[in-house]
């Protein structure tokens, strides 16, 4: 037994080790790899934070937000009145005040009963931020794509879709590079969808920029931005625009008989602001050339410098977080956009159902064959405030004032002194986290004086008897939005 015992011990040992020999020659079989999971992460940008996932293999901090809105608006349906230039056989170009038309051809043009007294808005608007830690601070790559959709009274299309960028842009140690909000406007256009008399190269119409930022501490810092004077902020282009898309013109109003040239220098801004916990000021400068040439018959050109100034503060009220008062105001020269007034309320066309400034807003005018050149003045002045009433409900109210007056002009020149005001108030409920109900009535009442060249009661020109200088409307909104 003890002999048989052995042999198989020793056989056994044999077998086992012949077994781990062959073993040790076979490739090695690796475990399972771990799975990688997403990592939340938060960087903090200009005092606040990006939260959002780490892109795999990267130390990048993604962030997708963005919201989805839907407007229903409506507004009065007074006669409105716009200035035009109607030539008379054998005499100069002179000025009428016409009743506004709608484009129609069977002789109610000017019937309120032609025009929308309602309209829908719709807007997608899609954000991704692309954020990481550099010795010199975050990078961050921002982009906004926004799709409207809308018909009928002050709404954003025809009826029709459109799809573009509304912001791109790359910040990093003071530079900023891209579609971004401009650094002359200190409020943009107010708490509504419609604006107050501000320049609003914030809230839409972004300019393309590149600019330095330099920060001293304290909250405060300064600028030098070179900006587009004209943008597409949706689809659009030069030459002819895809139908139901809109296209921004940038800071450049218009030119009154006239057409603009091409562009030899970007809008030159530099600012001055401060950030602290009782608010925020600024003062800006710009510098604007304006290029045009004569289209009335003799091809006189202008090649000279506008020029604008924008300043305002705003106090945050002590005790009562979220409550804040502010006023702010602008001059311009040859620089209309920025005054503030072509981007008040419903942008001043006369088919807005008596929402309309009525008159010229533009960079310059020529006086026709040989009248050279006129220039406008133009400038606003802006007061506002809100308030939280609960946490769920924000109340704001906002008022404005402006005027344009012209220089330089003929005797039988369309252009002259007008005038406005605007007034107005919104109304934010917010009944749980990321739903906004929004509410807003604005009021708009402007005055044209006569201008030299207007003649009364001329029927070939389709003039009134006398002299129509006052237009005015109101307009209000609803809409609900859903921020993610």
């Not at 902020?233 to 625009?241: E, M, P, R, T, W």
Request: with cysteine; aromatic share 12%.
């Amino acid at each position: 037994m003890t002999l048989i015992k052995s042999l198989l011990l020793g056989s056994a040992t044999g077998i086992v080790a012949v077994a781990s020999a062959q073993a040790a020659d076979l490739p090695t079989r690796k475990g399972p790899v771990a799975a990688e999971y997403v990592r939340v992460c938060s960087i903090t940008v200009a005092g606040a934070p990006v939260v959002g996932f780490v892109l795999p293999g990267s130390d990048t901090c993604l962030r997708v937000s963005g919201y989805i809105t839907g407007h229903i608006e409506g507004g009065d349906i007074r006669q409105s009145y716009s200035v035009s230039n109607t030539p008379i056989a054998g005499t100069s170009t002179t000025a009428t005040r016409t009743q506004a038309i709608n484009g129609f051809a069977n002789g109610r043009s000017t019937d309120a009963f032609q025009r929308n007294a309602f309209g829908y808005t719709d807007r997608f608007n899609l954000t991704l931020d692309a954020v990481s830690n550099t010795a010199y601070g975050p990078l961050v790559a921002h982009g906004e794509y926004q799709f409207n959709h809308g018909s009928g009274f002050d709404s954003t299309g025809t009826g029709g879709s459109d799809g573009g960028i509304n912001r791109a842009y790359v910040t990093w140690a003071g530079i900023t590079a891209g579609k971004v909000d401009s650094f002359f406007s200190f409020t943009g256009g107010g708490f509504g969808y419609a604006n107050f008399f501000s320049p609003d190269r914030k809230g839409f119409d972004q300019p393309d920029v590149l600019a330095y930022t330099a920060s001293f501490g304290g909250g405060f810092a300064a600028t030098i931005s070179l900006e587009s004077a004209t943008s597409d902020q949706l689809l659009g282009g030069s030459g002819a625009f895809p139908t139901g898309v809109n296209y921004d013109t940038g800071s450049n109003v218009g030119i009154v008989n006239g057409a603009y040239g091409g562009a030899r220098w970007p809008d030159i801004v530099g600012a001055l602001s401060v950030h602290q916990a009782w608010g925020m000021a600024q003062v800006s400068g710009l510098a604007h050339n304006v290029r045009a040439v004569d289209t009335t018959g003799d091809n006189a050109t202008l090649n000279r410098w506008g020029w604008a100034v924008d300043a305002g503060v705003q106090f945050n009220i002590p005790g009562y977080a979220g409550a804040l008062i502010g006023v702010t105001g602008a001059y311009s020269r040859s620089a209309t956009y920025y005054s503030g007034l072509p981007d008040a309320m419903w942008d001043g066309t006369p088919n807005d159902n008596g929402q309309t400034w009525g008159y010229e807003l533009a960079d310059a005018a020529y006086n026709g064959t040989g009248g050279g050149w006129a220039t406008p003045t133009a400038w606003s002045v802006t007061g506002y405030s809100q308030f939280k009433a609960s946490p769920q409900l924000t109340l704001s109210v906002e008022g404005s004032y402006g005027e344009i007056r012209w220089s330089n002009t003929s005797a039988t020149t369309m252009l002259t002194t007008s005038k406005g005001f605007l007034v107005g108030g919104i109304a934010n409920y917010d009944p749980v986290k990321n739903l906004d109900f929004q509410f807003e009535l604005l009021y708009m009442n402007t005055k044209t004086d006569q201008p030299a060249g207007y003649l009364a009661g001329v029927p070939a020109l389709g003039t009134t008897a006398s002299w129509q200088s006052k237009s005015d409307g109101f307009a209000g909104r609803f809409q609900v939005t859903r921020s993610f």
